[in-house]
């Protein structure tokens, strides 16, 4: 047997004894995590006696634990994914603190906690927004299948790595710093309940594990390195350790209806989520943000308004030049953000056409508008109003991908691999275009061309550095998008 058929095999046993999945070229990263696991062991780092030791039937928990620590990579940081935070503290606590009035009590599963930023992160929000459940019985349960992983949690000291999306107030509130090291509070590390378990196994729902009547699971950036049946497997056993309406919180990047078919999809600000409920999912597309807005808006008065934008987009001249700019400007700015984030999407959207005509046109005002209109679910009016500024206006690289996401939204095939070519055309280091484009060919059974830009979106990755956040992505690192997309290549 030639090496890499040993390393299939090996690949094979792991995804048996701990789920972990290894694609075929990633079988040589595979190897070099195993002998560092075997030297830890003190086992000889042949390969063919790795492959008998592999073999055997069973393994002692010492062994699992340093081959989990070696195989996973627990990159992980403090807030991590905006919009599920944002669910947490503005939908799922205070639905909970009606609900559970009598009770008292909440409990949340941090499903592969990685070194406890996410349930840390958890613990402050709920201390910093909810301070009428300090005589509540609030569980933060923290599971990794990593032992080296739980010692970092427990001892709580972090780099300032782990703080990239943190604000300072946050930081200095919750956090000492000594010896080069922010330590956690006190008051926070009691909050949250640290343990071993691994997710493939069959350990779960069980009060021995303290695995039932959970009211959140948080399991983010985990079940993509797991084969897709143990995926189903793990959505399943996280169902049944639910209460009902309990909530699934999984990464944006690991949304799959055919494997949490058992939950209902639900909506929120600029994400996607699930909930165990006995009603089913709405057979609709994923929209490009949140179709929810929160201030109701009746048919009628949507009509008006709706025709008031579309006139007012019809309206919008080519750009202004800066020198005669501040002539333009009749009115003061209003903030696009604010209005965004409040869910005031048709204010939004007046605010970034007046922008616009005004001569002033970024990513920012253009994510915006593309954004409220995907809200709304005025997909058609976008697309005609967006495609007259772009005539109108010199566009970008970033707005020609928006503009792309938002008419893929309405299956516009050929349009959308056009505005994708012209974003590369501008930017042929455009790694998001790339990869959306080879998603294009690839549903169009285009499979060569599909190769062709996932190979060059992993070639421009390459010259990020692995935990570089990549523009446009909503956090995700260069590492994680490579990774995603050399398992795309793989499935062909």
Same mark, same amino acid.
């Given at each position: =047997? ?35 696991? /075997? ?5 000889? &780092? ?9 073999? *055997? ?25 905006? %919009? ?6 503005? +939908? ?10 009598? &009770? ?11 070194? $406890?930023?996410?349930?840390?992160? !958890? ?6 927004? @909810? ?27 972090? &780099? ?12 200095? *509130? ?16 009691? =909050? ?30 985990? =079940? =993509? ?10 959505? /399943?056993? @996280? +169902?049944?350790?639910? !209460? ?42 994923? %929209?490009?943000?949140? !179709?929810?807005?929160?201030? #109701? ?6 009509? !008006? ?5 579309? *006139? ?8 202004? %030049? ?9 009115? #003061? ?26 001569? *002033? ?15 709304? $679910? ?18 970008? %690289? ?60 992993? $070639? ?31 499935? @062909?």
């Amino acid at each position: =047997m030639i090496q890499e058929e040993y390393l299939t095999e090996i690949s094979n046993r792991i995804a048996e004894i701990l789920g972990l999945h290894f694609q075929a070229n990633q079988l040589k990263d595979m190897e070099r995590r195993i002998l560092a696991a /075997a030297t830890d062991l003190k086992i000889e &780092t042949d390969i063919n006696h790795l492959y008998q030791w592999f073999s *055997k039937s069973e393994f002692s928990n010492k062994e699992l634990y340093t081959l989990s620590s070696h195989l996973t990579i627990g990159e992980t940081y403090f807030f991590r994914e905006k %919009p599920s935070l944002d669910l947490l503290i503005e +939908k799922i606590i205070p639905e909970l603190l009606e609900i559970k009035r009598n &009770t008292k009590h909440i409990k949340i599963w941090s499903a592969g906690c990685s070194s $406890g930023e996410e349930p840390y992160t !958890i613990a402050m929000l709920i201390n910093q927004y @909810f301070r009428e459940l300090t005589d509540w019985n609030i569980e933060i349960l923290a599971t990794d299948i990593s032992q080296i992983a739980i010692q970092k949690a427990l001892i709580g000291e972090y &780099t300032d790595w782990s703080f990239r999306e943190t604000e300072s107030a946050i930081k200095n *509130k919750y956090f000492t710093y000594s010896n080069k090291k922010w330590l956690i509070a006190p008051d926070i590390k009691k =909050m949250v309940s640290f343990s071993y378990l691994n997710l493939s196994k069959n350990s779960y729902p069980s009060s021995l594990t303290n695995t039932e009547g959970i009211d959140i699971i948080f399991c983010r950036n985990v =079940m =993509m390195y797991f084969t897709p049946q143990v995926i189903k497997e793990v959505s /399943a056993r @996280f +169902k049944d350790s639910m !209460i009902e309406n309990g909530w699934l919180i999984t990464s944006q990047v690991e949304l799959n209806d055919e494997y949490f078919s058992n939950f209902k999809r639900v909506n929120y600000r600029n994400g996607i989520f699930y909930q165990k409920t006995n009603k089913p999912n709405e057979p609709v597309k994923r %929209p490009i943000a949140d !179709i929810i807005h929160s201030k #109701p808006v009746s048919y009628k008065k949507r009509e !008006i308004i709706k025709a008031e934008i579309i *006139k007012k987009a019809e309206r919008v001249e080519k750009t202004v %030049p800066l020198d005669r700019l501040q002539e333009k400007i009749s009115a #003061p700015a209003i903030d696009q953000d604010v209005l965004f984030d409040s869910g005031n999407y048709f204010q939004c959207i007046e605010s970034c056409l007046h922008s616009i005509s005004l001569g *002033k046109l970024d990513n920012k005002i253009f994510s915006y508008l593309v954004k409220s209109y995907a809200n709304l $679910g005025l997909l058609s009016d976008g697309v005609k109003v967006i495609a007259k500024i772009m005539d109108t206006n010199p566009a970008t %690289p970033e707005m020609y991908y928006i503009y792309a996401n938002l008419l893929n939204e309405q299956n516009n095939i050929e349009q959308t691999e056009l505005s994708l070519k012209k974003a590369i055309y501008l930017n042929h280091k455009h790694v998001l275009s790339h990869l959306m484009l080879g998603n294009v060919f690839k549903k169009n059974g285009k499979s060569n061309l599909a190769i062709k830009h996932f190979e060059t979106t992993i $070639g421009l990755l390459s010259e990020y550095n692995e935990n570089e956040i990549v523009p446009e992505s909503e956090g995700m690192t260069a590492g994680r998008i490579k990774e995603l997309t050399e398992q795309i290549i793989n499935r @062909f």
